[in-house]
């Protein structure tokens, strides 16, 4: 520990050189020796935040094994004590006297479990608060609350393994961008680094064809062109530190995406960053719109990679870019009109700038929304002190690229028709999106509205996203079912377009400041059950088709929809046993909350085998999230344990009444009524006897997490708390 602390206070160069140093200011003997400065920077990496973060989970771990084997302990010593088994009882008293509480301290116990033992709401915080660094406050918007629904019962089968047996392990590409990251002392030694030229010009394109889509605040054609000097002229990277920047960081982004299915070369990102890191300083020094874009790129950066600092945040790196896009005047729409008496020549290339700013403060926008959704904190740019127009339309005028651009074809063609079009749909769904959240979801609890005008809200916010996505058939977009096209970027997709609307649906009707927000109303009910479905079926498709974003803000958001899915499963098979016990009791049943179609048991596993695919993909990147579809594994034992024990123990006919097949196409959209059929295939009304087939797959898909059929042990009792 003394030479480890020791070694924290050595200078860079006796830090790298792994030598003793003197720690003599204002240089040691060894930099004085050798002729260099002596240094003394901060090193993120020392923290060990990962270290803690396994230490903290380990921990939870074994206080809920504990409490589970207490719990099996008392429960064993009342049955040897019911059957007379006195030296039996005798032995386990005495291991009680060790390891269990006394008897009437049990209620207390169990007060402890249920309040510490919510593993889902857990992992929800922890998705939500990786995304933007530093972990203080969550809102609704989060999915905070909804998470809180689902208390799980531990299975003792399962409390003996590790659930992540990597938690003790240093993260995989933390250690690897340690290793394969240097700081660049000279700009011959950055240059030196940097990727071949094909190799560049296929980043750049991959970066113009899918990232710039939805984020267009750089100009296409100078970004080419600034390429094509880095690599004709000798001293041009040293020369253009702002270009050399950005270029830099763009082949950070690209590699980050290019990689995705491939993600052990994704320490080249970090490369790629860590030599714009180095001119940072330098670029910021411009200040104005090129400081933003800097900044911009940043924000970017960290929304997509897997392998950040844990000294810098997303959340105030885009504060800082927000107040500095404010600052410059962008959510104004003044700061755009052209200049009087101008040359033509000049009137062009000005209004190129003003479209640049114009496209810079709606980049910033779509990010604010998207970290403020996440987070579910207050937005920093507010949509009534905003009149900034969008990008027209008509400013394209270039020739489009084909179904299947090729690297030649993008960087001849980089400002293509469909890219004003795509990028000004995407952000009418931020502006929705941020509607929700300061309508709904960020007002104070005194404040909130009534339940009517709730209502009236909630109304009004779907006919909207309605418009949005009546729009979205006016898109260039693409078949995802073509394998063999190359462009591989979502925003051109159909699938991607549903699942933000059926998300929207999802967050509209998710819980503000309690349980209570839900309406327990059938209708609510299956528009839940009903997009949460759609939109795990948009994401499995999306992956299946290469073309999921692997990012933190994906994997929080795959996690929410299927929190959504169980919640309204667990809702209408709990309601349903009530309304059964409470007809075999002779007392009237209330209105509850019902599926207006019931979901056969084969539907029910296919969608959360859809779901648990998608989330492993996603979560294996990060060592924080790879619990998440561990929690959703056993999330999907609890709901197949409550719809096997409900359609077991009652004959049930699920083809509704006419006046049910009315309500429910009210409750959907009307483009959703023909295919709802064909989204929720009836059962038969006796219990399929080859349901437990399905679970011959599990382990595969799972992992050894799931290697136990629930249905085989049957004293697990693996429900929900009721």
Request: charged share 25%.
């Amino acid at each position: 520990m003394q030479e480890d602390q020791l070694s924290r206070l050595a200078c860079d160069r006796c830090y790298r050189r792994k030598a003793r140093c003197d720690k003599a200011l204002p240089s040691c003997s060894t930099c004085i020796n050798a002729g260099t400065a002596c240094c003394y920077n901060a090193r993120g990496g020392l923290g060990r935040g990962d270290v803690s973060e396994t230490l903290e989970r380990r921990l939870r771990q074994l206080e809920n094994k504990n409490r589970v084997l207490s719990k099996r302990l008392r429960e064993a010593q009342l049955a040897a004590r019911a059957a007379g088994e006195t030296t039996s009882s005798e032995v386990l008293d005495a291991a009680g006297e060790m390891m269990d509480m006394p008897d009437d301290n049990n209620e207390g116990a169990d007060k402890s479990e249920a309040e510490n033992d919510n593993e889902v709401a857990k992992e929800v915080y922890s998705l939500s608060l990786h995304a933007g660094r530093p972990r203080q406050y969550l809102g609704s918007a989060s999915g905070a609350i909804l998470a809180n629904l689902f208390a799980l019962s531990r299975r003792p089968g399962r409390i003996g393994g590790d659930s992540n047996n990597n938690d003790d392990d240093e993260d995989y590409f933390r250690r690897s961008a340690a290793a394969n990251g240097q700081r660049y002392s000279s700009p011959e030694m950055a240059k030196s680094a940097l990727p071949a030229e094909p190799l560049a010009r296929s980043l750049l394109a991959a970066y113009l064809s899918h990232d710039h889509l939805a984020f267009p605040y750089l100009h296409p054609k100078k970004l080419i062109n600034s390429l094509i000097s880095m690599y004709a002229e000798e001293k041009y990277y040293e020369s253009h530190p702002v270009e050399a920047f950005a270029l830099d960081m763009i082949f950070a982004i690209a590699t980050v995406q290019v990689h995705r299915f491939s993600w052990q070369s994704l320490p080249d990102a970090e490369t790629h960053h860590e030599r714009a890191i180095s001119k940072l300083g330098v670029v910021l020094e411009s200040g104005g719109l090129i400081a933003l874009q800097t900044i911009m790129l940043l924000c970017q950066y960290r929304m997509l990679s897997v392998s950040y600092s844990n000294s810098a945040s997303l959340w105030h790196l885009l504060g800082m870019a927000t107040r500095l896009g404010i600052e410059l005047g962008l959510h104004r729409e003044a700061v755009y009109r052209l200049p009087a008496g101008l040359s033509p020549a000049d009137e062009d290339h000005v209004r190129q700038e003003l479209d640049i700013k114009r496209r810079c403060f709606w980049s910033l926008f779509q990010m604010d929304r998207i970290v403020s959704n996440t987070l579910g904190r207050p937005m920093s740019i507010n949509l009534v002190e905003i009149d900034t127009e969008h990008p027209a339309v008509e400013d394209d005028g270039e020739a489009s690229w084909g179904p299947s651009p090729s690297v030649e074809d993008i960087l001849q063609y980089p400002h293509w028709p469909a890219n004003t079009k795509i990028f000004n749909h995407i952000t009418w769904h931020r502006i929705i999106t941020g509607k929700i959240l300061s309508d709904l979801h960020n007002v104070p609890k005194s404040r909130m509205p009534d339940p009517q005008t709730s209502i009236a809200i909630k109304k009004q916010l779907a006919e909207e996203l309605d418009q949005w996505k009546t729009g979205v058939a006016s898109l260039p977009l693409v078949d995802a079912s073509a394998t063999r096209i190359k462009d591989k970027s979502n925003y051109r997709t159909r699938e991607w377009y549903n699942l933000l609307y059926h998300n929207c649906i999802l967050m509209l009707h998710r819980p503000i400041h309690s349980l209570q927000d839900i309406p327990q109303t059938s209708e609510v009910l299956t528009q839940i059950y009903y997009f949460s479905q759609q939109s795990i079926s948009s994401y499995a498709d999306l992956h299946k088709a290469r073309k999921i974003n692997y990012a933190w803000v994906t994997l929080h958001a795959v996690f929410l929809v299927g929190l959504s899915y169980v919640y309204a499963l667990r809702t209408h098979f709990q309601n349903k046993r009530r309304e059964i016990k409470g007809l075999g009791d002779g007392w009237p049943s209330p209105a509850r909350a019902l599926l207006t179609l019931e979901p056969s048991i084969s539907q029910i596993v296919s969608d959360m085998r859809a779901c648990s695919t998608v989330l492993v993909a996603l979560s294996e990147r990060w060592n924080t999230g790879r619990g998440c579809h561990e929690v959703f594994a056993r999330l999907s034992d609890a709901v197949l344990t409550d719809a096997s024990e409900y359609f077991m123990g009652t004959k049930i006919q699920t083809r509704p009444l006419p006046n049910q097949e009315g309500r429910l196409n009210r409750h959907l959209p009307s483009g959703e009524q023909a295919s709802q059929q064909a989204s929720w295939p009836l059962v038969s009304s006796d219990f399929d006897p080859n349901y437990q087939d399905y679970f011959g797959g599990f382990p595969e898909l799972f992992g050894d997490h799931c290697d136990d059929n629930i249905f085989l042990h049957p004293q697990f009792g693996w429900n929900f708390e009721s």
